[in-house]
């Protein structure tokens, strides 16, 4: 069964420090893709990333940085110099090979404090 | 750059009611999806539909709920009966194809907010 746990439920950190959001998937499936989004206070939902399974390279984008580890089946996401603006919740998300749907974890809500 | 869009923003409607949300997917997308929100929850896939029919539908998609691409750029999803618990933010996704060998990425649009009062 397929499955996204993000344990941290909320986290608040002073602006300018980095801040790790933790996720861990499961999946019996060797082809799956790992996502993040974000979702402002406005309640969009806003793509970051997408990363297919046999892409373990991790990905910088600006402040915005992506450990996807097999290993240990976790697909981290940080935010360096944090900034106000990236006050959001954020959700890793799922898809397996042959299906659909996206599958969300509950969402990391960061605040971050000026 | 084009985008999905969702109309309305916010809809507030009685227990009972019959309520249709709408949404306009990018226009050379084939796949077309659902999901809902409950608020402070996380988001939920309700169905997908390509090719003029379903294609996977979730155990929340019961018989209250029905998707249709009535013409060549809306697709909607009509809930018959609301309840109370269908109180969500309602997100329209579209894709290109969900090629098996390749990634593939759903663009969602900005939501709407269905209240049942």
């Known amino acids: 069964a397929q499955k996204v746990t993000q344990a941290q439920t909320e986290i608040s950190v002073v602006e300018k420090e980095d801040v790790t959001l933790d996720c861990v998937y499961e999946t019996r499936d060797t082809t799956y893709y790992l996502f993040w989004y974000k979702q402002p206070p406005s309640g969009e939902l806003v793509f970051l990333i997408r990363?297919?399974?046999?892409?373990?390279q991790n990905e910088i984008s600006g402040r915005y940085s992506w450990n996807f580890q097999k290993s240990t089946s976790s697909f981290n996401f940080t935010i360096t110099a944090s900034q106000v603006v990236d006050s959001a919740v954020y959700f890793c998300?799922?898809?397996?090979?042959?299906?659909?749907?996206?599958?969300f974890g509950k969402g990391t809500r960061l605040h971050i404090l000026p | 750059e084009p985008e999905v869009t969702q109309t309305p923003s916010h809809q507030v409607t009685q227990m009972g009611q019959e309520v249709i949300l709408r949404c306009v997917p990018i226009s050379n997308h084939l796949y077309f999806y659902w999901y809902r929100q409950i608020l402070g929850q996380k988001v939920e896939f309700l169905v997908s539909?390509?090719?003029?029919?379903?294609?996977?539908k979730s155990e929340i998609f019961d018989d209250q709920f029905s998707v249709e691409r009535p013409d060549g750029s809306n697709f909607t999803l009509k809930i018959r009966s609301t309840k109370l618990e269908d109180s969500a933010m309602y997100f329209c996704?579209?894709?290109?194809?969900?090629?098996?060998?390749?990634?593939?990425?759903?663009?969602f649009g900005p939501g709407t907010r269905l209240t049942v009062t």
């Open positions: 990363r297919n399974s046999f892409d373990e």
């Open positions: 996704a579209s894709s290109t194809t969900p090629d098996r060998l390749s990634s593939y990425e759903q663009y």
């Open positions: 998300a799922l898809s397996e090979e042959g299906d659909d749907k996206i599958i």
């Open positions: 539909f390509y090719n003029n029919e379903i294609s996977e």
